[in-house]
């Protein structure tokens, strides 16, 4: 659903540094985003709608962000994430 050309792009990344974390936070947000749209994240690997993936890319870029345990402020809940998910939230 991402590469990591698109993730480093978005974030503003320009070195290969911190690739191997990049991958890792690529995972979290399908993984991520497919909890949240009560789906197997094998599902959202292929071709997923726009907002899906502009999500799991904003959640890319406040995990790269926010990487520190604690930080200086808060870690607030994006609703911009879920406002792209929820038209294709599946409900049980």
């Given at each position: 659903?991402?590469?990591l050309e698109e993730v480093k792009r978005h974030c503003r990344i320009d070195h290969n540094d911190e690739d191997a974390l990049l991958?890792?936070?690529?995972?979290?947000?399908?993984?991520?985003?497919?909890?949240?749209?009560?789906?197997?994240?094998?599902?959202?690997?292929?071709?997923?709608?726009?907002?899906?993936?502009?999500?799991?890319?904003l959640l890319v870029g406040a995990l790269y962000e926010n990487r520190e345990s604690q930080g200086e402020r808060p870690f607030h809940k994006n609703p911009a994430f879920e406002a792209l998910l929820n038209p294709y939230r599946a409900h049980a």
């Open positions: 659903m991402l590469t991958l890792a936070l690529i995972d979290t947000a399908i993984a991520a985003s497919a909890d949240y749209l009560n789906m197997p994240a094998a599902d959202l690997v292929v071709a997923v709608p726009a907002p899906v993936k502009s999500a799991a890319l």
